[in-house]
């Protein structure tokens, strides 16, 4: 869970105050849903989930990743990295479960023992599938030692062991002190140099995301009046994508708050000429879409339009300036030059963050647009291109969308953001 989305969460702990309804939370979309957000369909037909064809084409990549990174296997537990490549979902306890791709053959697993019928149904669609080895261990045995014995049975007994970045220090320290033949290395070359270049499936499923989720915000903001509280639009919109068919959520941030980059947990109430800006995004077979729109309920002022306009400009540089070959950095760069021009630097003075980082099946993932970073872009490589300026104790203004990258230059997913009275063209 990122800081956005607790936040957002925190928010829905507390008692929810509406201006005319019922509280409302996610799961229900009665009669207190407002026209606009009852008025949204169902689009989970559209979503067409990644193929097993696919995976093993995933799969294939990491050992010649392995191969060029000189490693002889990479072990990853529940998370991104084991969807990406086997499509298995799991939930990650004390009790080790690990995945070991070798950088010759099929995977395989070491699952605690009462645990193995679920991990071979989740197995079926993926590389090797239900003819993957699967090594249990009972509750007072060490599963560390069946790590080894894996790796002993494919005639590995030395070497380099890649260890997927999410992997708790737990599992990594029991896995080295089994394993003493095998020097432990960062995966990310392989899982990252995997990931961070998007298939044409993915994609699809990326627009898809995207889509929706601008549909939903315009359906929350079609229904915004003064008096309705931040809580309120957030529990709209979670309700909004469960109409669609999507999990997914946002922060709402109001007037001052809205110059917090990550928002406030505070109770917040929506004013004629407020700030209002909204952020997250939802899931669409994972793959996951990351929007901010600002928007001024009533007329905004001189100073809120100067401000915008220059966000606008930013967002553009930046997407202007994002095409294969060039540094990660050199985007950051661009947006950044045009705020700080316009009298809002130096650097990180209201613009306080980085102009984006990649997206798919994590909402932050590899690699980064920041100062500094080296690595050129590829096509298929995605990201969110989102510039603010904070104004501490006035209010923020960020406008995100997400681009990918063509042999040409950067697309977005969705339309920019046209004023702040018409945040969605």
């Not at 990491?62 to 990479?74: H, S, V």
């Not at 996951?288 to 309920?297: H, L, Y």
Request: net charge negative; charged share 20%; glycine share 8%.
């Amino acid at each position: 869970m990122n800081r956005r989305r607790f936040l957002a969460n925190s928010a829905f702990a507390l008692p929810l105050a509406a201006a005319g309804t019922a509280p409302l939370m996610a799961a229900d979309c009665g009669s207190t849903l407002p026209p606009a957000l009852a008025a949204l369909k169902n689009r989970k037909s559209e979503a067409q989930p990644i193929s097993l064809t696919e995976r093993e084409r995933r799969y294939d990549r990491a050992q010649q990743k392995m191969l060029a990174n000189k490693m002889d296997a990479i072990i990853l537990i529940g998370g991104s990295s084991l969807e990406y490549f086997t499509g298995i979902r799991w939930w990650n306890s004390e009790r080790l479960f690990v995945c070991v791709m070798p950088q010759k053959g099929a995977p395989f697993y070491v699952s605690p023992a009462f645990e193995e019928e679920r991990a071979r149904q989740e197995m079926t669609q993926s590389p090797g599938g239900k003819f993957s080895h699967v090594y249990t261990w009972q509750e007072n045995e060490n599963p560390y030692d069946l790590v080894v014995k894996g790796l002993n049975d494919l005639g590995l007994t030395s070497g380099r062991l890649g260890i997927e970045e999410r992997v708790t220090f737990v599992f990594s320290d029991g896995i080295e002190r089994a394993a003493t033949g095998f020097t432990l290395t960062s995966a990310t070359p392989v899982t990252a140099g995997c990931r961070a270049v998007k298939s044409d499936a993915e994609l699809a499923l990326m627009h898809l995301a995207n889509s929706v989720t601008l549909d939903v915000y315009a359906a929350a903001w079609r229904s915004i009046t003064p008096g309705v509280t931040n809580r309120q639009v957030s529990a709209w919109i979670a309700a909004g994508y469960d109409r669609v068919g999507f999990p997914g959520d946002a922060s709402c941030q109001v007037d001052a708050y809205s110059a917090l980059p990550h928002g406030s947990p505070e109770p917040q109430t929506i004013r004629e000429g407020s700030v209002v800006l909204l952020d997250d995004g939802c899931k669409v077979e994972g793959y996951q879409s990351d929007i901010s729109r600002t928007f001024v309920v009533g007329k905004p002022t001189d100073r809120m339009n100067k401000v915008f306009d220059i966000v606008h400009h930013a967002q553009s540089a930046a997407l202007a300036a994002a095409r294969p070959g060039v540094a990660c950095g050199a985007v950051d760069a661009a947006a950044r030059k045009v705020i700080t021009d316009a009298g809002f630097g130096p650097d990180y003075a209201h613009f306080t963050h980085r102009v984006g980082h990649g997206i798919g099946l994590d909402m932050h993932e590899w690699p980064y647009l920041v100062r500094g970073n080296n690595q050129p872009l590829e096509a298929g490589m995605t990201f969110s291109d989102e510039p603010g300026i904070y104004l501490r104790g006035e209010f923020g203004v960020r406008l995100e969308d997400d681009m990918y990258i063509t042999p040409d230059g950067a697309k977005l997913f969705t339309p920019q953001s046209k004023s702040l009275e018409q945040p969605f063209a």
